[in-house]
């Protein structure tokens, strides 16, 4: 474990509080870094889930560990105003909706776009850093790309706001105006029969 502000090991962590939590079912410690004074808090807890193999992309099978997600995490908020207790409650939701969609087998894609998704939520920043690490960017435009994308997401994506307008039909999908339809005789004229005329 490092901490999270300064990247020290833990020879240089603290723990300064100690308790349970969760029904019992786990313990949280709250820790401080000696070299930078930062505190933050981490969880222990007992792994009662099954054995769960992740498929890496090279096609080995590693055994599922939640702390390379939450390293990652770390790795990517360095310096970034996120707590830890965010990032944990991110690894913890990532971790409940892979062992109730897979069951033996998991790709590492599917984990990383379950970071991806809550990451854009929680620091902009640090998303674009993930991103460009598992994506895999090799150039800058697609590095500035990425984050138009998420500028541009941030602009209209208002959490809990409806849609104000409704997009406007396009053009060929339009109903054309149909002539009203008249009934038989309508607008045909009786001619006036001239004066003095008689049939």
Not at 1 to 22: H, Y
Request: hydrophobic content about 35%.
């Amino acid at each position: 474990m490092r901490c999270p502000n300064c990247q020290a090991d833990k020879d240089s962590l603290k723990v300064i509080d100690s308790r349970s939590c969760d029904s019992g079912r786990a313990i949280r410690r709250r820790r401080q870094c000696m070299q930078c004074k930062r505190r933050f808090t981490t969880y222990e807890r007992v792994e009662d889930h099954p054995k769960l193999v992740v498929i890496k992309r090279d096609g080995n099978r590693v055994p599922w560990d939640r702390s390379k997600i939450l390293n990652g995490l770390v790795r990517a908020c360095y310096k970034r105003p996120v707590r830890g207790e965010d990032l944990q409650r991110l690894v913890e939701e990532v971790e409940e909706e892979v062992f109730r969609a897979y069951d033996r087998e998991v790709p590492s894609s599917a984990i990383g776009e379950l970071v991806i998704e809550r990451l854009r939520r929680l620091d902009q920043v640090a998303y674009v850093r993930f991103a460009s690490v598992y994506r895999r960017f090799k150039t800058l435009e697609e590095l500035v790309e990425e984050a138009r994308t998420v500028m541009d997401a941030m602009r209209y994506d208002v959490p809990g706001q409806g849609v104000l307008f409704v997009p406007p039909v396009p053009s060929a999908q339009q109903p054309v105006a149909k002539p009203p339809v008249e009934p038989p005789g309508a607008g045909r004229r009786t001619p006036r029969k001239p004066q003095g005329w008689e049939a």
